[in-house]
C-alpha cells in the first residue's frame, strides 16, 4: 500500500487538477502520476522523464530503449517500473525472464546494471565499448535517462507506490534484485 495518498480526480484542485484533467483526457492516469499529483511541481519535473525517453527513442530505437529500462529497473529492484518495462518487453514478444542479447543491447544492458549499482565506477572498458556504438551527443542522452529512470525507480520504491490494475496479471513475474544483500 502506498505511504501517500493517491489522489483522485475530484480530491485535487489548482495546478494539480489542470494536470490531472488532461490525464484523464488522455485516459493517462497511472497510481504513479496519482501519486506525483500531491505536487504540480513534483509532477512537472517528473513528467520530463517523457521527453527524455522519446529522445532516447529516437537515439537508440525503442526495442533497446525497453531493454534498457528494464535492465535499469530490474536492477534498481522497482516493481512498478520493473513491471511497466517486463509488460513492454513481452509486447516486443520476448521472455522478459529469458533474455538474448545482441552486441549492441548487451553494452547498453550493461551500462544501466552499471549505473544503478555504482555510478562512479563505470568501467573505462565499458564506456569504450559504448562509444563504439554511440558519438558524445548519443551517450549523454543514453545516460541522462538513466538519471531520469533511476529518479523515477526511487519515487515508485521509497513511497511504495501500488501496482496498477493492468500490470496485476503479471506481478509475479517481478523477481526482486539480490545484488544488495551484501552491502552494509
Known amino acids: 500500500?502506498?505511504?501517500?495518498?493517491?489522489?483522485?480526480?475530484?480530491?485535487?484542485?489548482?495546478?494539480?487538477?489542470?494536470?490531472?484533467?488532461?490525464?484523464?483526457?488522455?485516459?493517462?492516469?497511472?497510481?504513479?502520476?496519482?501519486?506525483?499529483?500531491?505536487?504540480?511541481?513534483?509532477?512537472?519535473?517528473?513528467?520530463?522523464?517523457?521527453?527524455?525517453?522519446?529522445?532516447?527513442?529516437e537515439v537508440i530505437g525503442e526495442k533497446d530503449a525497453i531493454l534498457y529500462a528494464h535492465a535499469i529497473s530490474t536492477t534498481n529492484s522497482c516493481q512498478l517500473c520493473s513491471l511497466f518495462f517486463i509488460s513492454d518487453v513481452k509486447g516486443l514478444g520476448l521472455d522478459p525472464a529469458n533474455l538474448h542479447y545482441d552486441e549492441k543491447e548487451l553494452v547498453l544492458t550493461e551500462l544501466g546494471r552499471a549505473i544503478v549499482k555504482n555510478p562512479t565506477a563505470v568501467s573505462d572498458e565499458l564506456f569504450a565499448k559504448l562509444k563504439e556504438f554511440y558519438n558524445d551527443q548519443e551517450i549523454v542522452v543514453i545516460v541522462g535517462f538513466a538519471g531520469q529512470m533511476i529518479a523515477t525507480n526511487n519515487f515508485n520504491s521509497v513511497l511504495k507506490i501500488d501496482v496498477d490494475q493492468r500490470l496485476l496479471p503479471i506481478i509475479n513475474e517481478f523477481k526482486p534484485a539480490t545484488w544488495r544483500e551484501n552491502i552494509k
Open 1 to 57: 500500500m502506498a505511504r501517500i495518498k493517491l489522489l483522485e480526480q475530484n480530491e485535487v484542485t489548482g495546478a494539480e487538477k489542470e494536470r490531472y484533467d488532461e490525464l484523464a483526457g488522455r485516459n493517462a492516469v497511472t497510481n504513479m502520476k496519482r501519486g506525483l499529483l500531491n505536487d504540480a511541481a513534483t509532477y512537472d519535473a517528473y513528467m520530463a522523464w517523457y521527453t527524455s525517453w522519446n529522445r532516447l527513442v
